[in-house]
């Protein structure tokens, strides 16, 4: 999400109550974030854009549309964001104990790699808390394309 929401992004609900309680949370948070547009000039500002798309593309995918990927990410070794969120992924490792990781080779290839929309990607590393063997991404902060080290 972009850094404005404070609230990270939920996955398939399991329930109905918790399909209804997701929607509640994401109509405020399309609110809050379209308050933010208005306020702070979002059509010059693509975080304030990021944190929309984000939001909305949550509220397509519980109703049932969920959008496509307009970018031919899994032809160039890129996973797309729609349909392998890293987030899962990064999520699931950390609730198994997996903790943040550095190695200053890998950031640097990753700031070298560039994304299918022509932004620059960041560095995401993490380890088994009693390893020493991290699992290191590429990932874009504009449209959320990630690429493993």
Same mark, same amino acid.
């Given at each position: 999400? /972009? %850094?404005?929401?404070?609230?990270? %992004?939920?996955?398939? /609900?399991?329930?109905? $109550?918790?399909?209804?309680?997701?929607? !509640? =949370?994401?109509?405020?948070?399309?609110?809050? !974030?379209?308050?933010? !547009?208005?306020? @702070?000039? +979002?059509?010059?500002?693509? #975080?304030?854009?990021? $944190? @929309?798309?984000?939001?909305?593309?949550?509220?397509?995918? &519980? *109703?049932? =549309?969920? %959008? !496509?990927?307009?970018?031919?990410?899994?032809?160039?070794?890129?996973?797309?964001? *729609?349909? $392998? %969120? &890293?987030?899962?992924?990064?999520? #699931? &490792?950390?609730?198994?104990?997996? *903790?943040?990781?550095?190695? +200053?080779?890998? +950031?640097?290839?990753?700031?070298?790699?560039?994304?299918?929309?022509?932004? #620059?990607?960041?560095? &995401?590393?993490?380890?088994?808390?009693?390893?020493?063997? +991290?699992?290191?991404?590429?990932?874009?902060?504009?449209?959320?394309?990630?690429? /493993?080290?």
């Amino acid at each position: 999400m /972009a %850094p404005q929401s404070g609230t990270p %992004p939920s996955y398939t /609900a399991s329930t109905e $109550e918790e399909r209804s309680r997701r929607l !509640a =949370d994401v109509h405020g948070r399309l609110s809050k !974030a379209m308050d933010n !547009a208005s306020s @702070l000039g +979002a059509f010059v500002d693509p #975080r304030l854009l990021v $944190e @929309l798309r984000d939001v909305v593309g949550e509220v397509l995918e &519980l *109703i049932g =549309d969920r %959008p !496509a990927c307009r970018y031919a990410c899994g032809d160039r070794g890129f996973h797309c964001p *729609i349909s $392998e %969120p &890293l987030e899962r992924e990064a999520a #699931r &490792l950390q609730a198994s104990g997996w *903790i943040a990781s550095w190695d +200053a080779v890998e +950031a640097r290839t990753a700031h070298d790699t560039v994304c299918l929309c022509g932004s #620059r990607m960041s560095y &995401l590393a993490l380890r088994p808390a009693d390893g020493e063997v +991290a699992t290191a991404w590429a990932v874009c902060g504009l449209c959320r394309h990630w690429k /493993a080290l």
